[in-house]
């Protein structure tokens, strides 16, 4: 019980707006913030990213490129936001290497309605460049469903998708076997967000074992998972138990790691952010070394 506690303490902590404005406020406070989030973030700018993302793939790394944001407000953010992506997915191109585009969904106007969202992320495809995917993220559980939907959608209609399933959702397995019938690939993660007992499993060994039963029934299906884990019991367990399955590790988090699962032949993934909105992203990474 106390872990539990203490987690949530941490996660609040990590998300609060009024800590981030505090030390946003003070420049000398936010220079040395942002001196320890660097090696979490690809950069601020576009271009500060693509240099982050050239390193990766010349190491024979894949690189799943994603800009800041959780939410769209308005319209006028929302557009900002969509030029913002759009400017990115156009630049995989001249990049090269094995590089995908992450999505948030909420951030492309999700919670403004659903055919929003899609209409935003449509305009993002006409730009990918051949042979990349958009790589849809995860958020919270009322946000699910339509999460869900909008990749089978898209998916349906001939999109490069890829899924993320958080482990820790007591309803992902049949999201599992809806998104394997459409053909989409899925990423599997254990669950970042702070859920209801009756949405999720516990944080712990409760949700690690939902990660090894959908890996499995993932296998079972014939999909090839992505597993989305920096623990190396359970990944080399599952990488082990099957074969093709592929990796994504965070940016600046046991990056050894990733150079040493390459040269062994494991298909490897680094998620790299970027962008000016990095703060509560790097307090969720401080929460999480301290066991949040």
């Given amino acids: 019980m106390f872990a539990s506690l203490a987690r949530r303490a941490l996660y609040a902590l990590a ?35 693509l240099e982050t993302v050239r390193r990766l793939t010349g190491d024979g790394l894949g690189v799943s490129l994603d800009l800041f944001g959780e939410g ?20 995989l191109a001249e990049v090269g290497g094995d590089v995908y585009l992450e999505i948030v969904p909420s951030h492309l106007g999700l919670d403004l309605g659903p055919d929003v969202c899609r209409r935003h992320v449509e305009q993002l495809l006409d730009v990918l460049p051949a042979g990349s995917r958009l790589e849809i993220s995860a958020e919270e559980s009322h946000r699910t469903p339509h999460i869900m939907d909008l990749t089978v959608a898209l998916a349906e209609a001939g999109a490069p998708v890829l899924a993320t ?8 397995p049949g999201d599992v076997d809806r998104l394997v019938a459409a053909g989409v690939p899925v990423r599997l993660v254990k669950g970042a967000y702070l859920e209801s ?36 019991v359970l990944r080399e367990a599952l990488l082990e138990a099957i074969p093709g399955a592929g990796v994504e590790l965070l940016l600046g988090v046991r990056e050894d790691d990733a150079r040493e699962l390459a040269a062994r032949g494991v298909p490897v993934r680094v998620y790299a952010p970027y962008g000016d909105s990095w703060f509560r992203y790097w307090m969720r990474r401080v929460a999480e070394a301290q066991g949040a």
């Fill in 15 to 49: 998300t609060s707006t009024e800590v981030e404005s505090v030390v946003r406020a003070i420049p000398p406070a936010q220079d040395l913030a942002y001196n320890a989030a660097r090696r979490y973030v690809a950069g601020t700018t576009l271009d500060e990213a």
């Fill in 72 to 91: 769209a407000a308005d319209e006028e953010s929302l557009a900002e936001t969509v030029r913002g992506y759009r400017a990115a997915a156009a630049a």
């Fill in 165 to 172: 399933v958080q482990a820790n959702l007591r309803r992902s």
């Fill in 197 to 232: 007992a009756d949405v999720a499993h516990a944080w712990g060994e409760p949700a690690t074992v939902a990660f090894v039963r959908l890996a499995h029934q993932l296998h079972a299906a014939g999909s090839a998972p992505v597993l989305a884990t920096h623990d190396r």
